[in-house]
């Protein structure tokens, strides 16, 4: 192996999948503030991931809802109102109303 090809930072640290809850070590130069005892005994950086191999759907062959910090309300407030938008039953109740009285 080349000598100086990895960071000084380059170290061993535990990531950690945390919906399913499974841990391995690994090699990282990611910063981190946490820090966990793994099966060894032994205190590492810790890295916390939200998916991995063990939680995605491509691998387990189950879909799971997953809604980190809110993304999907974030989502929907950033982009509800755009024109691509799916309309409510509330939404569209006063359009269909409006257009009723026209024809009449």
């Not at 990611?30 to 032994?42: H, I, L, M, N």
């Not at 799916?86 to 257009?99: G, I, L, Q, R």
Request: aromatic share 10%; hydrophobic share 30%; net charge neutral.
């Amino acid at each position: 192996m080349q000598k100086e090809l990895h960071p000084a930072s380059y170290r061993t640290v535990i990531f950690r999948d945390i919906n399913a809850n499974v841990s391995w070590l690994g090699r990282s130069c990611a910063k981190t503030r946490d820090t966990d005892t793994y099966e060894d005994g032994k205190e590492y950086p810790l890295i916390k991931l939200e998916i991995s191999s063990e939680s995605h759907p491509f691998f387990t062959g189950k879909m799971q809802f997953v809604d980190t910090a809110g993304r999907i309300d974030k989502f929907n407030k950033k982009f509800g109102k755009s024109r691509f938008a799916k309309k409510t039953e509330e939404e569209t109740a006063p359009a269909e109303a409006a257009a009723e009285k026209e024809e009449v």
